[in-house]
Nanobody, 122 residues
Framework: QVQVVESGGGLVQAGGSLRLSCTAS????????VGWFRQSPGKEREGVSC????????YYADSVKGRFTISRDNDKNTLYLQMNSLKLEDTAMYYC???????????????WGQGTQVTVSS
């Protein structure tokens, strides 16, 4: 069964940090573009970061540049999103996706998980 599972979300104060993780089961990330997008109630889906698993350009949304870092562990088939200097506006459900490609910072199509909630408090 093909599955993407996110973890690592939680409640954090503004200025704090969280690291999200994403694992795949039933497939490997090798042939995919992988990344993160987020969505909060009443707002459109926003691509956060995207890259091709085998390498190439890494994309970030302007809103997270310099604060978030996407990385991967090939051996563990795991994708990470290190989020520093979190702001109230970063509050959202964060989804990991294995996609056909990156549309800028938005992984486009493919599989995504149930999401992990990130809540930033003042």
């Amino acid at each position: 069964q093909v599955q993407v599972v996110e973890s690592g979300g939680g409640l954090v104060q503004a200025g704090g940090s969280l690291r999200l993780s994403c694992t795949a089961s039933g497939f490997t990330f090798d042939d995919y573009a992988v990344g993160w997008f987020r969505q909060s109630p009443g707002k459109e889906r926003e691509g956060v970061s995207c890259l091709r698993w085998r390498g190439g350009t890494t994309y970030y949304a302007d809103s997270v540049k310099g604060r978030f870092t996407i990385s991967r562990d090939n051996d563990k088939n795991t994708l990470y999103l290190q989020m520093n200097s979190l702001k109230l506006e970063d509050t959202a459900m964060y989804y990991c996706a294995a996609a056909a490609g990156c549309s800028g910072s938005l992984p486009s199509g493919g599989y995504w998980g149930q999401g992990t909630q990130v809540t930033v408090s003042s």
